[in-house]
């Protein structure tokens, strides 16, 4: 087992907090607990308000600096979202999870980093799962922790490999925006079974002037 990174006691009362304040109460789900931790010990609040879409929320990563360019870039939690019809107790949610639980190892298993506009590819257990073959990283949300800094929060969307190919040849932000305006909610749902978005040129040229991109 390689050496943890923790967050101290004050550290992990600001981040449960932030977590609670911006994605919801902890009356609202659940915390699955990791048992045998790698670099960082990663939990994650699985937030199910009535109603109301899952969100999945990673606490335990931020507390461990990524090989990044800039101090505000080296720490980040990851946020992953399911519909409100996706039973929190099913295989299906313990799959989000253990995948939120491996994307957190990742950056420190490769001394790396991710945020923002990054991709990356799924576990075959998620492939099979959800039919997602990879996902993209977008800045959802930020605090900031004493004695670390600027936590960012990385919404993890799921994508597939066509669209993740695309994606790569031009913008994330800008590819996430197309497939927003295409998909709508459905896009964030890991549960959504969703087909994949593959633009032509004129599609993306007609996208690009709707959203009033130059």
């Given at each position: 087992?390689?050496?943890?990174?923790?967050?101290?006691?004050?550290?992990?009362?600001?981040?449960?907090?932030?977590?609670?304040?911006?994605?919801?109460?902890?009356?609202?789900?659940?915390?699955?607990?990791?048992?045998?931790?790698?670099?960082?010990?990663?939990?994650?609040?699985?937030?199910?308000?009535?109603?109301?879409?899952?969100?999945?929320?990673?606490?335990g990563m931020g507390a461990r600096k990524?090989?990044?360019?800039?101090?505000?870039?080296?720490?980040?939690?990851?946020?992953?979202?399911?519909?409100?019809?996706?039973?929190?107790?099913?295989?299906?949610?313990?799959?989000?999870?253990?995948?939120?639980?491996?994307?957190?190892?990742?950056?420190?298993?490769?001394?790396?980093?991710?945020?923002?506009?990054?991709?990356?590819?799924?576990?075959?257990?998620?492939?099979?799962?959800?039919?997602?073959?990879?996902?993209?990283?977008?800045?959802?949300?930020?605090?900031?922790?004493?004695?670390?800094?600027?936590?960012?929060?990385?919404?993890?969307?799921?994508?597939?490999?066509?669209?993740?190919?695309?994606?790569?040849?031009?913008?994330?932000?800008?590819?996430?925006?197309?497939?927003?305006?295409?998909?709508?909610?459905?896009?964030?749902?890991?549960?959504?079974?969703?087909?994949?978005?593959?633009?032509?040129?004129?599609?993306?040229?007609?996208?690009?002037?709707?959203?009033?991109?130059?």
């Amino acid at each position: 087992m390689k050496s943890l990174t923790l967050y101290n006691p004050v550290q992990l009362e600001q981040i449960q907090e932030f977590i609670y304040d911006t994605f919801g109460g902890e009356e609202d789900g659940l915390i699955a607990h990791e048992l045998t931790s790698e670099y960082v010990h990663t939990d994650v609040q699985i937030v199910a308000p009535e109603g109301r879409n899952r969100t999945f929320v990673t606490f335990g990563m931020g507390a461990r600096k990524m090989n990044g360019p800039l101090p505000d870039l080296c720490h980040v939690e990851l946020v992953m979202c399911a519909s409100k019809d996706l039973d929190i107790y099913s295989e299906e949610a313990m799959t989000i999870v253990n995948e939120l639980v491996l994307l957190s190892k990742f950056p420190f298993r490769k001394n790396t980093w991710l945020h923002h506009g990054h991709t990356i590819d799924a576990s075959d257990a998620f492939k099979e799962a959800f039919g997602f073959d990879a996902f993209a990283f977008i800045s959802v949300d930020f605090t900031k922790i004493d004695g670390i800094g600027e936590v960012d929060f990385l919404l993890t969307i799921p994508i597939h490999k066509e669209e993740r190919e695309w994606i790569m040849e031009t913008d994330t932000f800008e590819g996430y925006l197309m497939l927003e305006e295409v998909f709508g909610n459905q896009l964030y749902f890991a549960d959504s079974g969703r087909n994949a978005f593959i633009p032509d040129e004129q599609t993306i040229q007609d996208l690009k002037e709707f959203l009033k991109w130059e």
